[in-house]
C-alpha cells in the first residue's frame, strides 16, 4: 500500500491551496480518507473524514473542504483563508471513518505546509 500526499509548500495568508492525496496497493473505495495536521510541538489533530459522509474538525468546517475520487484512488483538502497557524505538516491516511488517528490503517509522508507572508 502507498499512500502520498502532496500540494504543500509556503502559503501566504489568505492563500487557497489544495492538497491531493493518490493511493494505491488497496481497494481505496473501501476505506474512509481522513485528512490530518501537526503543528510544530502540537498533537496530530483531525481535519475532516470522508466516505460516502463526511465530518469536519468543528474549528476548520467552513475553511477546510475534503473530497474524493474513488476511480482515481484520490482525494483532496481544499483549504481556503490560511492562517499562520495553519501551518504543519498535513497527512492523509485511510481506514475507518473517525477522528481519531488510530482509527487509520495507512499513512501518507505529510506534505508541509507554511503559510507565511
Known amino acids: 500500500v502507498q499512500l502520498q500526499a502532496f500540494g504543500g509548500g509556503l502559503v501566504q495568508p489568505g492563500g487557497r491551496p489544495r492538497l491531493s492525496c493518490t493511493a494505491s496497493g488497496l481497494m481505496f473505495s473501501t476505506y474512509a480518507v481522513g485528512w490530518f495536521r501537526q503543528a510544530p510541538g502540537k498533537e496530530r489533530e483531525m481535519i475532516g473524514s470522508i466516505d460516502w459522509r463526511t465530518n469536519y474538525a468543528p474549528s476548520l468546517k467552513g475553511r477546510f473542504t475534503i473530497g474524493r475520487d474513488d476511480a482515481k484512488g484520490t482525494a483532496f483538502l481544499q483549504m481556503t483563508g490560511l492562517r499562520p497557524e495553519d501551518t504543519g505538516v498535513y497527512y492523509c491516511?485511510?481506514?475507518?471513518?473517525?477522528?481519531?488517528?488510530?482509527?487509520?490503517?495507512?499513512w501518507g509522508q505529510g506534505t508541509l505546509v507554511t503559510v507565511s507572508s
Open positions: 491516511a485511510v481506514g475507518r471513518f473517525g477522528s481519531r488517528p488510530n482509527e487509520y490503517t495507512y
